[in-house]
C-alpha cells in the first residue's frame, strides 16, 4: 500500500489546486515522506528541501504557474517543486548523468522560471520577469523565493534597491531558517532573528487585518489608522535599536513573519498579498531539515548527504584511503598559520567545503566567515593586505568568479600578497555547470601580477601553496574536488621555484604538457605510447625554458588540461612557441566549448575525451604513424 496516496494523484500543480485546502497538511506530509525515501535512493540536497515542503506546497496552490513566475534563489530547496511539477517518477535520476538536475533549469521544465546554483540572484531575476510582463501588459505575478543566507550577498540588496522603486507586482519571500550551509554570520542574521520584532510585526498584521473590515465603513478612519499604524511601526524599530524597518524603507511592503510550516496558514497570506499592487515582502519562519529529527538537529551536516537508510539514518563514513585536496589545503593551513601569526583565514560561507572547521576551532580570532558575499571576501582580503596581514581566501572556482572585478581592481592593480586557495576546480560531478570549475585557468592567468599554479598530487598542492604564499604578489592554487594519486605527503612548509615545471617521464618524438589534475592520467597514457610527460606545475609565469626545451626535442606537443580549451593553459603553450617561431604541431584538449552536464565526475571526463584511455586514443589518432 502506497505511503502517499494524495501525492500519487498529483502530476502537476493543475491537479494539486483541485484538492480542497484542508487535504494540503496531508499533502505535505506524504511529500516530505516521498523526500525521505528519494533522497535516501539517490543522495543529494535534503535539509533545506525538508524546509520548504509546506511553501512549495502553498506557492502552487495558490500562484497560477507556470503562467505565474516562480524563481527560486540557489535551488537547494527545488526538489518538492519538482515532484510538484511532474517530475516526481523521475526523481530517482537526480544529479546523475543523463537525470534530473539537482537545481532548477530552464531547459528541463517549463516550471523552472530561471535556471540557478549560484546565490542571491532571485529576486534581479524576477523583478526582471514582473517588469517584462508590464511592458506587455501581461497579469502575470512573480514570485522571488529568497534565503536569509544568500540575502547577506550583496546582489540581492542592488534588486531590493531597484525592486522598491519600481512599479510591479512583485513578490519577495524571505525563506528564513537562520543558515545558509553553516549558520548565519552578521548584522542581517541578528536583524532577522530579533524575537521582539518578529512578535511585535506579527501582531501589528493581526491587528490591521481585523480592523480593516471595520474602519473601512467610518469616513476618514483609515487615513487615521494608517498614521497609528506608521507610529506602532515606529515603536517597533525603537525597540530595535532606532533604525527603521528595513524592507520597508527599501520600498517593499513587510509582512510576517510567519510559521513556513503552517500550509493553509500560508494559502491565506499569499492570497491575500496576491490582491495587492506594488512590491511586496512576506517573511516566511522555517526550519531546516523539518519533519526529520536527524536533520532537524544537525542541519549542516545534512545539507547534502549521500545514499543512506530513512530509518536509521546516514551511516557514519569510513575513514578514506586517501586525504581529499581540501583536507591537504586543511591541514596546510594549520601548519602555516602556526608558523606565520600574520597569517587569517576568509571564506564566503563555506566552513565545511573549503576545510576550514579545525581552523575556525583553533585559531578563532584569525578566521572570518563573511557569509555569502564573495565581492566583500575578496575586497575585504585586499584591506587586510594593505596593512601586512597575509589573507588566505579559500573558495570554489565557480564562486571566485563572482568577484571577479574585486580580483581585478582591488588585489591585483595594486599588486596586494593575497593568497587564494581554489577548490572544486574542474568538472565538480553531481551539482552540474553553475559549480564547474571550467573557466578559472582562463580567467586568471590574464590577470596583471597573479601568479597561478596548477598541482598534480596531493604533495604538489602542499608544496605550490607553501610557494604562493611566500609571494609578495596575488597568487592562487587551483586543485580539484575529491582525492588525488595517494601521493605521500610531507609535513613541512618547502617550497619550488617560481614559474618551473618538471619532467615527470621520458619518451620519445611526443612530449605532453600536463597541468594540475591532468598529469596522472597523461602519465598513464604515456606509458603505452612512450611520450615525454612535463609536470608544468605553474600556469602563470610558464616555464618558458622548459616549452622551449620539449619544442626543440620533440616533433609534436600535447597540452593538457582539466579547464576551457579556449584561452587556458594550452593556449599560453602556444603564445611562447609564437613569439619564439617555434613551429611544432599542437595538440590542445580540455574542456570543450560547450556547457557541461552533471553526473560522476569519471564519466563526464571520459565523455569529454580527458581520461587517461581517452587521452590515449586521442592522441594516438592524432599521431601520423598511428593513424
Known amino acids: 500500500m502506497s505511503q502517499t496516496p494524495l501525492l500519487d494523484t498529483i502530476d502537476s500543480p493543475q491537479d494539486l489546486r483541485r484538492l480542497r485546502e484542508e487535504q494540503l497538511p496531508q ?16 543522495g543529494g540536497h535534503f535539509a533545506s528541501n525538508l524546509g520548504a515542503v509546506e511553501l512549495t506546497v502553498a506557492l502552487h496552490y495558490v500562484y497560477d504557474t507556470p503562467h505565474d513566475h516562480l524563481v527560486w534563489d540557489v535551488g537547494h530547496q527545488s526538489y518538492p517543486h519538482k515532484i510538484l511539477t511532474g517530475r516526481k517518477q523521475r526523481m530517482h535520476t537526480i544529479r546523475q548523468c543523463g537525470g534530473l538536475a539537482g537545481f532548477p533549469k530552464r531547459a ?45 550577498a550583496g546582489q540581492a540588496f542592488e534588486a531590493l534597491n531597484n525592486a522598491g522603486a519600481m512599479d510591479t507586482d512583485l513578490l519577495v519571500i524571505l525563506n528564513d531558517n537562520e543558515m545558509s ?12 532573528a530579533s524575537e521582539v520584532v518578529r512578535d511585535m510585526r506579527g501582531a501589528l498584521r493581526s491587528i490591521k487585518h481585523k480592523s480593516e473590515k471595520v474602519l ?103 575513514a578514506p584511503a586517501k586525504p581529499s585536496y581540501t583536507q591537504i589545503f586543511g591541514d596546510w593551513l594549520h601548519d602555516q598559520a602556526t608558523a606565520d601569526p600574520k597569517l587569517v583565514a576568509i571564506t564566503p560561507a563555506m566552513r565545511e567545503g573549503s576545510g576550514l572547521v579545525a581552523f ?14 564573495e565581492q566583500h571576501a575578496v575586497t575585504f582580503a585586499a584591506g587586510l593586505a594593505c596593512e601586512g596581514v597575509k589573507p588566505v581566501v579559500a573558495i570554489y572556482s565557480t564562486f571566485l568568479q563572482r568577484a571577479y572585478d574585486q580580483l581585478i581592481h582591488d588585489v591585483a592593480l595594486q599588486n596586494l600578497p593575497v593568497l587564494f586557495a581554489i577548490d572544486r576546480a574542474g568538472i565538480v560531478g553531481a551539482d552540474g555547470p553553475t559549480h564547474a570549475g571550467a573557466y578559472d585557468l582562463s580567467y586568471l592567468r590574464c590577470i596583471p601580477n597573479m601568479v597561478v599554479a ?94 622551449i626545451e620539449l619544442a626543440q626535442q620533440h616533433e609534436r606537443l ?25 613551429c611544432r604541431p599542437t595538440l590542445l584538449l580540455g574542456i570543450p566549448d560547450v556547457v557541461t552536464e552533471h553526473g560522476d565526475p569519471a ?14 586514443q586521442r592522441i594516438a589518432a592524432w599521431l601520423p604513424e598511428q593513424a
Open 108 to 152: 528541463e521544465s517549463e516550471y523552472d522560471d530561471f535556471g540557478v546554483g549560484h546565490s542571491s540572484t532571485s529576486i534581479g531575476a524576477a523583478l526582471g520577469m514582473a517588469v517584462a510582463d508590464r511592458l506587455s501588459g501581461s497579469p502575470r505575478r512573480s514570485v522571488a523565493v529568497i534565503g536569509d543566507g544568500a540575502m547577506t
Open 603 to 616: 564519466v563526464l571526463l571520459d565523455d569529454m575525451g580527458l581520461s587517461a584511455g581517452k587521452i590515449e
Open 360 to 373: 575556525e576551532q583553533q585559531f578563532p580570532e584569525r578566521y572570518f566567515d563573511v557569509g555569502i558575499a
Open 27 to 42: 499533502l505535505a506530509d506524504e511529500l516530505r515522506t516521498f523526500l525521505l525515501e528519494s533522497v535516501g535512493r539517490t
Open 558 to 582: 600535447v597540452c593538457i588540461e582539466e579547464n576551457a580549451v579556449q584561452g587556458g593553459a594550452g593556449s599560453a603553450v602556444l603564445e611562447v612557441l609564437a613569439q619564439h617561431g617555434l
Open 216 to 318: 473601512d465603513k467610518l469616513p476618514g478612519a483609515l487615513d487615521i489608522a494608517q498614521r497609528v499604524e506608521n507610529r506602532i511601526r515606529s515603536m517597533v524599530d525603537e525597540v530595535q535599536g532606532g533604525q527603521n524597518s528595513l524592507f520597508n524603507n527599501f520600498g517593499l511592503d513587510y509582512t510576517g513573519p510567519v510559521d513556513g510550516h503552517d500550509v493553509r496558514k500560508l494559502v491565506a497570506v499569499l492570497r491575500e498579498m496576491k490582491q495587492r499592487k506594488g512590491p511586496q515582502l512576506l517573511h516566511v519562519l522555517t526550519r531546516k531539515g523539518q519533519g526529520y529529527p536527524l536533520a532537524e538537529n544537525d542541519p549542516v551536516g545534512f545539507h547534502a548527504v549521500g545514499k543512506f537508510n530513512p530509518a536509521e539514518g546516514p551511516s557514519k563514513p569510513a
Open 454 to 547: 596548477a598541482p598534480s598530487d596531493e604533495n604538489e598542492c602542499r608544496l605550490l601553496l607553501s610557494t604562493c604564499y611566500a609571494l609578495k604578489q596575488p597568487a592562487a592554487v587551483r586543485y580539484p574536488r575529491g582525492s588525488g594519486c595517494g601521493a605521500a605527503v610531507t609535513s613541512g612548509l618547502d617550497t619550488v621555484p617560481l614559474g618551473k615545471g618538471i619532467v615527470r617521464r621520458r619518451g620519445h618524438g611526443t612530449a605532453v604538457l600536463a597541468f594540475g589534475s591532468m598529469v596522472q592520467p597523461a602519465l598513464t597514457a604515456a606509458e603505452t605510447l612512450n611520450l615525454t610527460v612535463a609536470d608544468m606545475r605553474f600556469v602563470k609565469p610558464i616555464d618558458e625554458a622548459l616549452i
Open 181 to 192: 550551509i553553516s549558520p548565519n554570520v552578521g548584522a542581517l542574521p541578528k536583524y532577522l
